[in-house]
């Protein structure tokens, strides 16, 4: 028994040992921050910096390719606006060498008031040239501008457009005739007439035909004319025309793109 005692005691000691020696040269080889040397921190320190270069160099190149494309983008929305100005200059000179609809009136509206071109600067205006015994065209064409001018009403964005009717029949169509007529379209419609000189000098200034034919039995007579809607600018300047195949649709679109890409001169 006894030198069952020493045995065991002495297994003991040297388990004892072997641990105590595991550890101790487990702590020698773990390195410590003490033990890594300067070159060790400095490798380490340097793998960061290249990390956050690169990441630097990463958000640069890509604020530069955004800088980039905005400026191609600004550059190429300028030379579209400069063409399209430069093509409404084009057109507003074509105008001008047309000389449609540049000189003035001096009629009487439906109210017995002399009202001249310059009385309608400053506003868009839809002119038609008819007749109030006119059966059928006319009415249908007047009835087709109110409509355009009561459909552009709605769009609070744009200017009041004036609707106007200038008779070819002054023989017939005094101002009591006049004022009868215009009540029938929108409440806008004003009405010119004047003598048979000064209304073929309106005419005249927007080339518009006008001939009566023969009279019948009874005197009446039909008045063969230009049928078109003319659409005159704030400068008095005609720019745009509409003939019976156009709808009211198509009018207000145009007059409305019109309006919007106005250049005043």
């Not at 000691?13 to 101790?24: A, D, N, P």
């Not at 003490?34 to 604020?63: E, I, M, N």
């Amino acid at each position: 028994m006894l030198a069952l005692r020493c045995i065991l005691g002495d297994l003991r000691g040297r388990l004892l040992r072997t641990f105590v020696s595991s550890s101790s040269l487990s702590s020698a080889v773990r390195p410590t921050r003490r033990d890594v040397g300067p070159q060790q921190v400095r490798f380490r320190s340097q793998g960061r910096d290249s990390a956050s270069a690169a990441k630097l160099k990463l958000r640069t190149r890509l604020l530069i390719m955004l800088l980039f494309g905005g400026g191609i983008m600004a550059a190429w929305r300028y030379v579209s606006w400069e063409k399209q100005q430069k093509l409404r200059r084009q057109r507003v000179e074509q105008l001008r060498q047309v000389a449609l609809g540049q000189g003035t009136f001096s009629l009487l509206d439906h109210h017995g008031r002399r009202r001249t071109k310059q009385d309608f600067l400053g506003s868009w205006v839809l002119l038609y040239f008819g007749f109030t015994h006119c059966p059928d065209i006319c009415p249908d064409e007047l009835d087709k501008l109110s409509a355009v001018v009561a459909s552009l009403d709605q769009d609070k964005s744009l200017p009041p457009v004036q609707p106007l009717f200038i008779t070819v029949d002054p023989e017939r169509d005094d101002v009591a005739a006049l004022a009868r007529y215009v009540q029938d379209f929108h409440p806008r419609m004003i009405g010119l007439t004047g003598t048979l000189e000064e209304v073929k000098h309106a005419g005249r200034d927007y080339r518009v035909y006008a001939s009566a034919g023969p009279k019948d039995e009874d005197g009446d007579y039909i008045v063969d004319h230009t049928i078109l809607i003319y659409l005159i600018s704030p400068d008095g300047l005609f720019v745009d025309y509409y003939n019976r195949m156009k709808n009211q649709e198509q009018i207000a679109e145009s007059v409305k793109n019109r309006i919007n890409g106005y250049v005043k001169i």
